[in-house]
Every structure is written in C-alpha cells, then in structure tokens.
C-alpha cells in the first residue's frame, strides 16, 4: 500500500471511530434531554405537578420503555450511576402517576403517599436494561455496588423527606457536579439535617439509618480525629456534614458534647398541588 493509501485508510478509521463516538454520546444527550423536559416542566423545588404529568404522561412512558432494551455492557462507572438514578427516578414518577390520585389503604402512612401504593418499592416489577427489577433492588444491588452514598441522597422516592428531586436529569459527565450539589443541598435542607444547640443535639434524615453501613464506609475513616470516641455512624455523619456546614455550626460541633438522632422520615407524597396542605 502507497503511503498516500495508507494515510486515506487510517483517515476513514478515524472518522468511523469519531463517527461512533459522537453516535454514542449524541444517544446518552438524547435520552438525558428527554426526562430533562420532563423534570424541568414537572418538577419544582423538589416538587412535582403529577396532576400535569398525568396527562401529559406520553413521553415519560416512552422514556421509561425504552429504558428496556439498554445495555450497560460497555458504560462507565459514572454513566451507569447516572442510568440508575434516572431510571430510578423516572419510575417513582410513572408508579405515582399510574395510581395518581393515590387512594388511602392504611393509617401506617400519609394518606397521599406513595406508601399507599401496594409494594411500590419491594413488589412491582419494571424491566430496565434486560431486566425485570424493583425500585428497591435498584438502590439496594445496582447504585450500593458502587460505594457512593450520595447516591441514596439523590433518589426521589416521590416523598417530601426524600433528597429533593432535581430538575433535570443525571448525567455522566456532570454527575460529580450534581452529587456533590446533593449532598450540600443534605445540609441546607430540614428534612436531612438539623442542628439544635440548645438541645445539643444533631439530627440527621432516617436516610442515614437505612443505608448505615454504606456511609460508615465511605466516611467513618474521615472523621477528625478528635471524635474518635464516637460511633462509626456518628463518625460517619460528622465526616459527611462537618465540611458542608457555617463555620459556626462546626463551632458547636467542635464541642462534642451533641447527640445524633435520626429525623421521622416524611412519607407525604411530594405532590406540587398539596405542598403546605399536609
């Protein structure tokens, strides 16, 4: 082969793998662009219009079935945390709109909560990715394999005690961005943080309970070293805040006197029409 037709070859390589790559992403910005419509026009301060989104539901179904037939073969790490999250998300939002308005079946929970639905979390099947799967098999196997428990902070659970859904959708090459957001957005936020210092006490979302040992962890090993006394959870809530926290909020904790309890998880439906009506 002539130089010249060497050269021609290697060009048509490189453009059939710039080609492939851009056909890659353009179907990642595709995907994130559909449900980004959706959580910009639907959603609010961690709220959502389901009275809207439910007649509206055409292209959140789309969305969701062709969630169907992904392959994750080849993804990276942050593109399948992202596919996870979305995928999580975008389910709570359709389970909510199937049954939308939500009938009341126990006093357990709210009566507009997500909770009323039968086996919302550990029962109703979805098939994501090849695979029939619940929404709690989503957070508990496919987003803890990856040892991130801002991930946790980041699922709408459709409930107003829940990290608060955002506007937009996850994507990979913004996912660290939008995590550490998530996780500052913990400290400035009642539902997942509160510090009474009258009271001495540090109370902390019911989130931090449930995934326990997946924040002690990530973050036990962190602490300072002047809360070693401390238990691993503790530890962990300390390494977790301390950093995202007014530099008088730290001067109380600097103390170490406080007590951590956990906050009752806020089950009402996160439902934009009723906000302030619970």
């Given at each position: 082969m002539?130089?010249?037709?060497?050269?021609?070859?290697?060009?048509?390589?490189?453009?059939?793998?710039?080609?492939?790559?851009?056909?890659?992403?353009?179907?990642?910005?595709?995907?994130?662009k559909t449900l980004d419509e959706i959580l910009e026009v639907h959603v609010r301060d961690g709220y959502v219009s389901y009275r809207a989104l439910k007649t509206e539901r055409n292209r959140l179904d789309a969305y969701?079935?062709?969630?169907?037939?992904?392959?994750?073969?080849?993804?990276?790490?942050?593109?399948?945390?992202?596919?996870w999250l979305?995928?999580?998300?975008?389910?709570?939002?359709?389970?909510?709109?199937?049954?939308?308005?939500?009938?009341?079946?126990?006093?357990?929970?709210?009566?507009?909560s997500i909770r009323q639905i039968p086996g919302a979390f550990e029962?109703?099947?979805h098939r994501i990715a090849g695979k029939s799967v619940t929404l709690d098999?989503?957070?508990?196997?496919?987003?803890?394999?990856?040892?991130?428990?801002?991930?946790?902070?980041?699922?709408?659970?459709?409930?107003?005690?829940?990290?608060?859904?955002?506007?937009?959708?996850y994507a990979?090459?913004?996912?660290?961005?939008?995590?550490?957001?998530?996780?500052?957005?913990?400290?400035?936020?009642a539902q997942c943080f509160q510090l009474d210092p009258l009271q001495n006490r540090v109370l902390i979302s019911s989130i931090f309970s449930w995934r326990r040992n997946d924040f002690i962890d990530a973050y036990a090993g962190t602490a300072p070293e002047e809360?070693?006394?401390?238990?691993?959870?503790?530890?962990?809530?300390?390494?977790?805040?301390?950093?995202?926290?007014?530099?008088?909020?730290?001067?109380?904790l600097s103390k170490n006197t406080f007590k951590v309890e956990y906050l009752p998880f806020d089950w009402s439906l996160n439902d934009l029409s009723t906000r302030g009506a619970r």
């Open positions: 002539t130089g010249g037709g060497l050269r021609t070859l290697i060009a048509m390589l490189l453009a059939g793998a710039a080609a492939s790559g851009m056909q890659s992403r353009s179907s990642e910005v595709r995907d994130n969701v079935a062709s969630l169907a037939g992904a392959s994750l073969d080849s993804a990276t790490p942050a593109q399948q945390i992202s596919f979305n995928a999580y998300n975008a389910l709570v939002l359709r389970t909510v709109v199937d049954h939308y308005p939500i009938a009341q079946r126990t006093n357990e929970y709210p009566p507009r029962r109703l099947q098999q989503i957070e508990q196997t496919f987003l803890a394999a990856f040892h991130d428990p801002r991930v946790f902070l980041a699922l709408g659970r459709g409930a107003a005690g829940s990290g608060r859904l955002r506007s937009e959708a990979s090459d913004a996912l660290e961005r939008q995590l550490s957001e998530v996780a500052s957005e913990c400290v400035n936020r809360f070693k006394a401390r238990s691993l959870i503790e530890l962990a809530v300390i390494a977790f805040m301390s950093p995202r926290m007014l530099a008088s909020e730290r001067q109380v």
